[in-house]
């Protein structure tokens, strides 16, 4: 496992004091604030104590990493392990989720082998686009993994908005079903429940024998379909948000002494990283009029290949959309953490560091390779 970078470490020790994010799962945090519970001791993410204290983050590659795996991908998992849990200054270790040599690595370095848990864990977590703890929780229920609700950043009322969210959206595809002459609200609750519990039913079989679809097709579908409506919600929830930072990024400048270079890069950061703040937003509102389109042609056209077509590609289309939202919600909820009216003033090499970072979630293909792959 390589050690950190100079720069890495002073990113620890800001991620040591936030919460996680869509990006950062930040497990040292939850042992800070939750080690003492009966809950995080009965039911915990892992099984290897140093795991059980790790930080875990969705990290875009850059090109000398690329090489480390055995096929083509622009994010990784990346596990970092503190030398010094209570002096992060000292630095850490890291290790890619199925980089390779991942195997020999955990074993060498915790003695775990490959069929333990602890790798599956890490396997479907890599498997997801994003930590969003929504998608985390109900990625690693599918897995068999049940680890306690102080892992998951998830309130009550955001979980009953997103219920309510999900409910409007199946209304359609009842109402189809029902007749459009029939209360549907029971009937959209019930099914919105089976959405966001993978819960089997009659309906939910009947629309797979519409389709056409084998069930292992299906239930990846139809995970990847509750990451849709979930991101679909956490971008009209977070719209105000978004808006406010890309404003404030527009105009933040750091505390004390500023050299030409910094005062150079601070002023082409702002506009860039607007920019792509505004611009990514635009890839995930077209990733999600894909969706819409699909689903219109199920629910209102009489068109249900072209839902079937989207649950086909909805694994592949799920991974660019969680990248790309998974980005824009880290950035939004560290922000809050760091420019908060309590917080201290940022330094000049904090803020580069915060724009580099934020710079680099945001990397991607242009508008034109995303239009090509999703064919719109």
């Given at each position: 496992?390589?050690?950190?970078?100079?720069?890495?470490?002073?990113?620890?020790?800001?991620?040591?004091?936030?919460?996680?994010?869509?990006?950062?799962?930040?497990?040292?945090?939850?042992?800070?604030?939750?080690?003492?519970?009966?809950?995080?001791?009965?039911?915990?993410?892992?099984?290897?104590?140093?795991?059980?204290?790790?930080?875990?983050?969705?990290?875009?590659?850059?090109?000398?990493?690329?090489?480390?795996?055995?096929?083509?991908?622009?994010?990784?998992?990346?596990?970092?392990?503190?030398?010094?849990?209570?002096?992060?200054?000292?630095?850490?270790?890291?290790?890619?989720?199925?980089?390779?040599?991942?195997?020999?690595?955990m074993l060498e370095a915790f003695g775990l082998p490959p069929e333990h848990p602890d790798i599956r864990t890490l396997r479907l977590m890599d498997q997801l686009p994003s930590l969003d703890p929504f998608l985390l929780r109900e990625q690693l229920r599918r897995g068999g993994v049940d680890a306690a609700p102080c892992y998951f950043a998830i309130s009550e009322a955001d979980l009953a908005k997103m219920s309510a969210f999900v409910e409007r959206e199946v209304e359609p595809l009842v109402r189809m079903s029902l007749g459009a002459d029939?209360?549907?609200?029971?009937?959209?609750?019930?099914?919105?429940?089976?959405?966001?519990?993978?819960?089997?039913?009659?309906?939910?079989?009947?629309?797979?024998?519409?389709?056409?679809?084998?069930?292992?097709?299906?239930?990846?579908?139809?995970?990847?379909?509750?990451?849709?409506?979930?991101?679909?919600?956490?971008?009209?929830?977070?719209?105000?948000?978004?808006?406010?930072?890309?404003?404030?990024?527009?105009?933040?400048?750091?505390?004390?002494?500023?050299?030409?270079?910094?005062?150079?890069?601070?002023?082409?950061?702002?506009?860039?990283?607007?920019?792509?703040?505004?611009?990514?937003?635009?890839?995930?509102?077209?990733?999600?009029?894909?969706?819409?389109?699909?689903?219109?042609?199920?629910?209102?056209?009489?068109?249900?290949?072209?839902?079937?077509?989207?649950?086909?590609?909805?694994?592949?289309?799920?991974?660019?959309?969680?990248?790309?939202?998974?980005?824009?919600?880290?950035?939004?909820?560290?922000?809050?953490?760091?420019?908060?009216?309590?917080?201290?003033?940022?330094?000049?090499?904090?803020?580069?560091?915060?724009?580099?970072?934020?710079?680099?979630?945001?990397?991607?293909?242009?508008?034109?390779?995303?239009?090509?792959?999703?064919?719109?």
């Amino acid at each position: 496992m390589p050690a950190m970078s100079d720069r890495a470490i002073r990113n620890l020790e800001h991620l040591r004091r936030s919460a996680s994010t869509a990006r950062v799962l930040n497990l040292l945090k939850v042992a800070d604030d939750h080690g003492h519970t009966d809950e995080w001791a009965e039911k915990p993410m892992f099984q290897t104590p140093s795991l059980n204290t790790s930080l875990i983050i969705k990290h875009r590659l850059r090109r000398n990493e690329t090489d480390s795996f055995p096929g083509r991908r622009q994010v990784a998992t990346k596990l970092v392990l503190p030398i010094d849990v209570n002096d992060l200054k000292t630095g850490g270790r890291f290790v890619f989720v199925n980089q390779i040599g991942f195997e020999r690595v955990m074993l060498e370095a915790f003695g775990l082998p490959p069929e333990h848990p602890d790798i599956r864990t890490l396997r479907l977590m890599d498997q997801l686009p994003s930590l969003d703890p929504f998608l985390l929780r109900e990625q690693l229920r599918r897995g068999g993994v049940d680890a306690a609700p102080c892992y998951f950043a998830i309130s009550e009322a955001d979980l009953a908005k997103m219920s309510a969210f999900v409910e409007r959206e199946v209304e359609p595809l009842v109402r189809m079903s029902l007749g459009a002459d029939q209360d549907t609200s029971h009937s959209s609750a019930r099914m919105a429940n089976k959405i966001l519990s993978n819960t089997p039913g009659d309906r939910l079989e009947a629309l797979r024998l519409t389709l056409r679809l084998e069930p292992e097709q299906y239930q990846e579908g139809v995970f990847c379909w509750k990451g849709f409506l979930y991101y679909k919600w956490a971008l009209s929830s977070l719209t105000q948000d978004i808006a406010k930072v890309a404003d404030e990024v527009s105009t933040i400048s750091p505390h004390g002494p500023v050299d030409a270079s910094a005062r150079e890069y601070i002023r082409r950061g702002r506009s860039v990283l607007r920019s792509n703040i505004v611009q990514t937003c635009d890839k995930v509102s077209q990733t999600l009029r894909y969706y819409d389109e699909a689903y219109a042609g199920l629910t209102t056209r009489g068109e249900p290949l072209a839902f079937r077509d989207f649950l086909l590609e909805a694994p592949h289309l799920f991974t660019r959309l969680g990248d790309q939202l998974g980005a824009i919600q880290h950035i939004v909820s560290f922000w809050r953490f760091r420019f908060n009216p309590q917080s201290a003033p940022v330094q000049v090499d904090e803020l580069i560091d915060i724009f580099m970072d934020f710079e680099t979630g945001l990397m991607g293909r242009n508008l034109e390779d995303l239009a090509a792959e999703f064919q719109v």
